[in-house]
């Protein structure tokens, strides 16, 4: 199997899997990241979601092979202390009730905002709608992300 | 103020103390047994050991608790709210306080389930009374030192104080208290005085989720673990004929594969076992199996006709019957009959279904999510043929349960595979797994049948025609049950090979839509207004003496005028279309409102407005988590959710064709809580069922189109619904 060279979570990291092993198995099963979940693996649900480069991506759809070079955010990287400005919202929201989406909720949010530091409600609600919460504790992902952009405008 | 608990049960029978070793105080107690209305315990107290209990109390020298909570999380808040109760009664500061999930061993722990939204109605007692024990424990110990009678000592706040106005914490006297009898005679807050009851508090794992720390099943490891991607027959019905290993053998990371299935070497299922996740899933994929017709294939077209079938028949098991049915509808003015139909529904929890197995000659490691640990180690231990003590369950966090995680099937599937493979084995579910390995919804078909007469309803007939299983026993006593002289409720069921069971809200999570939006039909054609109609038929049901009814009418009542008040339901705004809905189960009175406007000429669910009586609100935070969360899920599966099957096999297997509710079409949903100080009831199922009820109605305004069947996007006549 060829070695790939990642850099996550600002580490070089080194794994020795099949080029199309995807980015979300890496992280799990090789790198011991696994706050970032499996949902569907086809893409659909945005539980795997990670920032390649600041972008939310679906790690479950994109192969090792094609990350290197890259720089991976997992969600376990978004923040030191878990302090984040949108992982400091989610708890003063209580948002997650079984919690298993929120990781892949919060990457989506943390990107959104940071190339859109002042979204409408609508541009929220169209940002967020990739990600499924089975819990459908969207009423306050919805007022999370709002507040989590107000406490970036502070 | 103190109120004494009217449940007469004793301290002794589920409580006690002892000395740890480390310093401290620790507090056990029986928490299922403390709950049951004649406590039975299987010995005499005396040589009960802590392995009769299933929840603890530990009291630090330096004053922190720590309270290991025993119930499974599955996402409804109990491991918050729980352990809640008990620090109101022990009256410690809330910041004081760490939750850890109980350790979990079968032997020890008893009747750990969630289902059925229970937890909270069910410990209520036995939590309040747990806290107030081991605080006049606390006290007893601290009036002994200084010499002086209990009585003329206080606590609060993890503090003692005597009348001199000396204090003492209360991680001074724990090692005193831990010594002392339990008493029998404890006095119990009055509601007013909490202070933790009724205040906010926030999951007591978002520090761990917010930062992606591991919790779940999925996320546990150990080493040497290898895990197992299973082959299960593609079709309810089939069995395996054979199977052609060679080509996988030779993949990357396969460690072997396996037949199993029937704990005897054979079975219908192939387990490919490789080391990391994506090669398991990669292998099974490319295996190649022939399979054979066992039991028939069944489609959904059958279902449909043997299920309308069984309603017009004549082979019903009658569940209630009062006055004459028959007779109201030769009397009547006018009988009205409709028929509502409901699709099989998977339970896609969000983290598929896995768990871990390490079956060795000494014992048999189990961890992962399950809403039934007692059940299933058990029937592990029956299947291995091993001792029960030899079991030892740990419980994960849940990824959602919904009902699917109280079935143990995947874990009999990973000791299987553990057993004969002999090495510590992950069972993981891919999300086509999940959804086609379910264990089902089933789908269901009501039919009302209505006298008229006088401009009221003067009989009602309501027949279930239902795949496996028809509904549970008290719902038949639930509305309109008391409210009618003529009231009759008939069921029948077909016998399924496809695996059916328990989805949120059993039953109700569709009859309620049934029942409420017949109701509004019906004050349509009496020309009556809807609410009034409700509000008519309650009366009767005030001071009944007929014990089978379930429910409250005051209670009902009372949610909704508050629904009507707060939805503005009496206040129309142009272009705004309100459905109304009250509905009780799971012991919570409902009532909601849901509001429907036209956008570019589609029907969108703006806003639902909920109205709850479920007692006491122990953890606001949380409660309204609940009522969000199980409206929005009642929104979405009514709207969308539907599975077919075709010769056995279910029709879509993932989200790319599996539509569940976003973020773009979830309503806002506003809550108002009834404030009472009754005993706290559930809030995991109970404001489902009632919100595609109201949405149908809703709809019906909107669009005039009358909804009788389930999923309501593929029933409307507009092409599409969005949010």
């Known amino acids: 199997m060829p070695i790939y060279t990642l850099k996550i979570n600002g580490e070089d990291r080194s794994v020795d899997v099949s080029s199309d092993t995807p980015l979300l198995w890496v992280l799990r099963d090789y790198l011991n990241l696994v706050g970032t979940k499996y949902g569907c693996g086809v893409g659909q649900c945005g539980a795997c979601n990670v920032h390649v480069d600041g972008n939310a991506i679906q790690s479950c759809l994109i192969p090792a092979a094609q990350m290197e070079g890259k720089t991976i955010t997992t969600i376990e990287g978004l923040s030191e202390d878990g302090d984040h400005p949108v992982q400091q919202a989610w708890k003063e929201v209580d948002v997650p009730q079984c919690g298993y989406c929120q990781a892949g909720q919060i990457m989506t949010a943390s990107s959104f905002l940071a190339k859109n530091p002042n979204p409408t409600k609508d541009q929220i609600r169209s940002a967020m709608h990739g990600n499924i919460c089975r819990c459908a504790s969207y009423n306050r992902i919805e007022r999370a992300v709002a507040l989590a952009a107000e406490k970036m405008g502070e | 103020m103190s109120t004494t608990n009217p449940h ?53 020298e330096n004053g922190m608790v720590t309270i290991f909570s025993p119930n499974p999380e599955i996402g409804q808040g109990v491991k918050t709210a729980m352990p809640m109760i008990i620090a109101e009664e022990l009256d410690v500061p809330w910041k004081h306080v760490h939750v850890a999930q109980g350790i979990l061993d079968t032997k020890n722990y008893t009747r750990q389930v969630a289902g059925g939204s229970q937890s909270i109605r069910q410990g209520w007692d036995a939590l309040r009374q747990t806290g107030a024990t081991a605080k006049q424990m606390l006290i007893n110990a601290a009036a002994a030192r200084w010499g002086v009678d209990p009585s003329q000592c206080r606590a609060s706040e993890g503090v003692i104080t005597n009348e001199k106005g000396e204090t003492l914490g209360y991680g001074e006297v724990v090692k005193e208290a831990a010594l002392l009898e339990v008493p029998e005679d404890v006095s119990l807050k009055d509601p007013k005085d909490y202070k933790i009851i009724g205040t906010d508090a926030r999951n007591v794992d978002i520090d761990k989720i917010i930062s992606g720390q591991p919790l779940f099943g999925l996320d546990y490891k150990t080493e040497g673990m290898v895990i197992a991607s299973v082959l299960r027959p593609p079709a309810f019905g089939q069995q395996l004929e054979s199977f052609d290993d060679s080509e996988v053998m030779g993949m990357e990371g396969v460690v072997q594969v396996l037949r199993f299935g029937d704990f005897k070497g054979g079975g219908d299922k192939i387990a490919v076992l490789a080391k990391s996740t994506w090669q398991a899933m990669k292998a099974k994929k490319a295996l190649r199996a022939q399979w054979s017709d066992g039991t028939p294939l069944e489609s959904t077209k059958n ?142 078909k009501y039919r009302i049948k209505a006298a008229l007469k006088d401009g009221k309803i003067s009989g009602y007939h309501l027949k279930e025609a239902s795949i496996n299983r028809n509904m549970y026993g008290l719902i038949p006593n639930f509305f309109p049950a008391g409210a009618l002289e003529h009231y009759q409720v008939d069921v029948a069921n077909y016998e399924s090979n496809i695996t059916t069971g328990a989805w949120r809200a059993p039953y109700t999570n569709f009859l309620s839509f049934a029942e409420q939006s017949f109701f509004d039909e019906i004050a349509e054609i009496l020309d009556v207004d809807p609410v009034q109609m409700r509000l008519d038929m309650l009366q009767k049901v005030k001071g009944t003496t007929d014990e089978r009814i379930q429910y409250s009418p005051e209670r009902m009542e009372e949610v909704i005028q508050l629904v009507v008040e707060k939805s503005g339901y009496r206040n129309p705004v142009e272009g705004v279309y309100q459905g109304f809905c009250a509905y009780y189960c799971h012991n919570t009175h409902v009532a909601e409102v849901a509001d429907v406007v036209m956008e570019n000429d589609l029907p969108v669910v703006k806003k639902v407005t909920v109205a709850v009586d479920c007692g006491v609100v122990v953890n606001p935070l949380g409660a309204l988590n609940q009522v969000e969360g199980g409206v929005v899920d009642g929104v979405g599966h009514s709207m969308y959710g539907k599975l077919t099957f075709r010769d056995g096999v279910p029709q879509v297997n993932n989200y790319d064709r599996y539509r569940l509710i976003r973020m773009k079409e979830a309503p806002k949903v506003e809550t108002h809580f009834v404030k009472n100080t009754l005993s706290p009831t559930g809030l995991g199922e109970p404001t489902l069922p009632p919100a595609g009820a109201a949405v149908s109605i809703a709809l019906k305004k909107a669009t005039g189109n009358r909804l009788y069947k389930q999923p309501f996007v593929e029933n409307l006549a507009q092409r599409e619904i969005i949010g």
């Open chain 2, 303 to 444: 279902h449909d006709k043997l299920l309308l079938d069984l309603l017009g028949g004549t082979k019903m098991k009658t569940l209630r019957k009062d006055g004459d049915v028959q007779k109201a509808f030769r009397e009547a003015d006018q009988v009205v009959e409709r028929t509502y139909e409901s699709p099989f529904l998977p339970h896609n929890c969000m983290e598929p279904m896995n768990f871990y197995a390490n079956v060795t000659p000494e014992r048999v490691h189990l961890v992962g999510p399950i809403q039934t640990p007692k059940g299933t180690a058990e029937r592990v231990a029956e299947q291995l043929e091993r001792k029960p003590e030899e079991v030892y369950l740990e419980m994960t966090r849940m990824g959602g349960g919904f009902g699917r995680r109280l079935y143990g099937d995947f874990v009999l599937e990973a000791a299987e595979i553990s057993h004969l493979a002999k090495k510590p084995v992950k069972v993981v579910f891919s999300r086509e797994d999940d959804m086609t390995a379910g264990i089902y919804r089933p789908a269901i």
């Open chain 2, 8 to 60: 007469a049960f004793s301290r002794r029978t589920f409580l006690r103390t002892s000395a740890l070793a480390g310093g401290g105080m620790l507090v056990g107690f029986n928490l299922f047994t403390a709950c049951k209305d004649k406590v039975q315990m299987p010995v005499d107290i005396a040589s009960l050991d802590f392995n009769d209990f299933n929840a603890f109390i530990k009291i630090a």
